[in-house]
Nanobody, 120 residues
Framework: QVQLVESGGGLVQAGGSLRLSCAAS????????MGWYRQAPGKQRELVAG???????NYANSVKGRFFISRDNAKNTVYLQMISLKPEDTAVYYC??????????????WGRGTQVTVSS
């Protein structure tokens, strides 16, 4: 079983910055993809940014140039640096990881989410 613990959310004014962190722990052999999703009230959950083990990244068009994803493989941790935040970035942000467990089975895990609120 793999657990994800997110941190770094909060309330910030438009134009401000936040850094989210997500640490994975448990029966992990290797983590392949890591990513951040978000869900605003009344909307579907959407991919914000993803990163592979080798460091290849992809971003939603709405956050390109403002959000930056990175990871520390030694710590099984993924980060999301968010700058120039806008009120429309307000959402619950969820961490997601996919990889291989020590038992040889693939796993996919979600964090519980962290609230990001951007005031205008």
């Amino acid at each position: 079983q793999v657990q994800l613990v997110e941190s770094g959310g909060g309330l910030v004014q438009a134009g401000g910055s936040l850094r989210l962190s997500c640490a994975a722990s448990g029966s992990i052999f290797s983590i392949n993809a890591m990513g951040w999703y978000r869900q605003a009230p009344g909307k579907q959950r959407e991919l914000v940014a993803g990163i592979t083990r080798s460091g290849s990244t992809n971003y939603a068009n709405s956050v390109k140039g403002r959000f930056f994803i990175s990871r520390d493989n030694a710590k099984n941790t993924v980060y999301l640096q968010m700058i120039s935040l806008k009120p429309e970035d307000t959402a619950v942000y969820y961490c997601n990881t996919r990889g291989l467990g020590k038992n040889g089975d693939d796993f996919g895990s979600w964090g519980r989410g962290t609230q990001v609120t951007v005031s205008s």
